[in-house]
């Protein structure tokens, strides 16, 4: 761990049994980037994203300085069914008055109306925000999000984007967020990388103003070398190999 | 009642009323048939013995039953008795209830406690424990703690058995949730893995209760000098079925009253769950 906020990854390498997963993958976050992770599915995507976070332990031979804390909202919610919901925000927070915080986030995530429900009984776009909120009431420093936002609704997707990019804005952890939605990689990162054979083998700056339009035409080609780079046949295009 | 008078106002009803009318109708006199065949038979055994049909060494009338309660409530015997009873059940549950959790937790967070302690417990739990009783008696003698033992044994194992399994079934994305959130050990067990074994737990204490009627009554056979199971064995050396039948029915209302406490408590302990939330 290191007092740097950006994250540094080398020789990363995850196997399971035959199945080399990530291989002697490299990394570089610069600090406060907004990066997102494409890849195909069984990529490797979550498994680096779990390393990065803790929660598997890294191999001996491989560097990994990642910056605390770390905040995580996976692909589900998560919510404990058991705790209302400023409780699961407030969980393993070490401060005097954690639902003073635990209020605070939630009002930035628009729950503040929601505090005292029960997890159940929140809406999937609800419980969605509620986890973003248990993730940055740690102010954390690297912000890592898996898919955070694949069973919503596209209205609710929308708003989740403006609600990230705000929290991003004001908070400025290093974030990284795995997605397999080209244009919503394209509206809300400044890189985006693209994980293939255990590598990264697309690493693509998009140098754009926010707030990003979707139809801006700027997008055309970044998002058709994006789809290349995945794999998707463009008819007319002939797949290039991608430089790393 | 109301119902009863108001079904041949229903006839004069717009049809509006008279599409709900049935569900509500049906209900009731449901609730009515329920009460009403115990009524009968309770009736009929009345007349039976009136009759002569039924001699009261055999089953005493309804109403001598009646008032035999009556003179043992006034006279105090039936509440002490109760009293006996009840302490043996709730000492010997609570000492049930704490080694089935401290064993199950014990070996539901580690391997090596499952290792030391689930095989044996797996094993006692197929002995009917009530085959125990000459054991106990040589162990314990005649006194109280065979009949605590035995209530104590009784309910250790549902509890053990359900808790395990509820510790063993917590969703694994939630203890990495919480580990991610920087719950320590003692954190991720406290407002993890025991709130979600709850549920269990608490299905677990409601066989234990089961059991725990089931081995005092056992347990009171025991040369008992007092409780419930004392006052029927009394009253067998005196041919008094009615208040043998006095006995049996406390021990029914103290089997219900504690698993409507049980359930209370569930109703309260879960609310979160998605079941009752809605509700
Ligand atoms: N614990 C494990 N044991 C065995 N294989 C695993 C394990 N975790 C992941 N894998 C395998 O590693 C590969 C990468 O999995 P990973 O979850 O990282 O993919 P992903 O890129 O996140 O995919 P998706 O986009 O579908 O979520 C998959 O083939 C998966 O089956
Ligand atoms: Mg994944």
């Known amino acids: ?244 | 009642m109301s119902v009863m008078s108001a079904a041949p106002i229903r006839l004069a009803l717009p049809a509006v009323t008279q599409v709900r009318a049935p569900a509500r109708r049906r209900f009731s006199l449901a609730g009515y048939r329920r009460f009403l065949s115990p009524l009968v038979l309770v009736l009929l055994w009345q007349a039976a013995s009136m009759a002569g049909l039924v001699s009261p060494r055999v089953l005493a009338a309804p109403t001598t039953i009646l008032a035999s309660a009556w003179d043992l409530l006034i006279s105090g015997e039936l509440l002490y008795n109760m009293a006996v009873s009840l302490q043996r059940v709730a000492i010997g549950l609570a000492i049930g209830v704490s080694a089935g959790a401290v064993l199950a937790v014990a070996s539901g967070l580690t391997r090596l406690g499952e290792d030391v302690v689930d095989a044996p417990m797996q094993m006692l739990r197929t002995l009917p424990f009530l085959a125990l009783v000459p054991l106990f008696i040589l162990w314990f003698g005649i006194g109280e703690v065979p009949k605590i033992g035995l209530v104590a044994l009784g309910t250790t194992f549902p509890i053990y058995i359900n808790l395990f399994a509820g510790i063993r079934g917590i969703e694994p994305k939630l203890l990495e949730a919480g580990r991610v959130f920087g719950l320590s050990r003692w954190g991720l067990i406290r407002h993890v893995i025991l709130p979600g074994a709850l549920p269990s737990g608490l299905v677990g204490l409601r066989y234990a209760l089961g059991t725990a009627w089931l081995s005092l009554v056992v347990a009171e056979q025991i040369n008992a000098t007092a409780g419930i199971g004392y006052l029927i064995n009394d009253a067998r050396d005196f041919l008094r079925t009615d208040v043998i039948v006095v006995g049996l029915m406390v021990y029914a209302i103290l089997g219900l009253s504690a698993d409507a406490l049980v359930r209370l408590g569930e109703r309260r302990l879960l609310a979160w769950r998605p079941t009752l939330v809605g509700r």
């Open chain 1, 1 to 244: 761990m290191s007092n740097n906020a950006g994250v540094s990854v080398r020789n990363l390498t995850r196997q399971f049994g035959e199945n080399r997963v990530l291989d002697a993958l490299d990394v570089e976050l610069e600090p406060g980037a907004f990066v997102a992770l494409l890849g195909r599915s069984g990529s490797g995507k979550t498994t680096l994203l779990r390393t990065l976070a803790g929660l598997d332990a890294a191999p001996a031979d491989a560097q990994i300085d990642v910056p605390t804390p770390t905040a995580v909202v996976f692909q589900e919610p998560r919510l404990l069914p058991w705790k209302p919901v400023w409780q699961n925000v407030a969980l393993g927070l070490a401060d005097p008055n954690p639902r003073r915080r635990a209020e605070a986030a939630l009002g930035e995530v628009g729950l503040s109306h929601r505090l005292d429900a029960w997890p159940g009984t929140l809406s999937g776009g609800e419980a969605q925000r509620a986890a973003l909120a248990r993730a940055l009431v740690r102010q954390p420093k690297l912000l890592l999000l898996d898919e955070p936002f694949a069973a919503l609704d596209a209205l609710t997707r929308m708003k989740m984007h403006g609600l990230v990019l705000d929290l991003w804005r004001t908070h400025a952890p290093t974030t990284l967020i795995v997605t397999h939605d080209v244009d919503e990689a394209l509206l809300l990162a400044d890189r985006v990388l693209v994980l293939e054979h255990g590598r990264i083998a697309t690493d693509l700056r998009v140098g754009m103003d926010r707030p990003r339009d979707p139809t801006n035409p700027g997008f055309g080609p970044l998002r058709a070398k994006l789809l290349r780079a995945l794999g998707v046949e463009l008819p007319a295009a002939r797949v290039l190999e991608p430089s790393a």
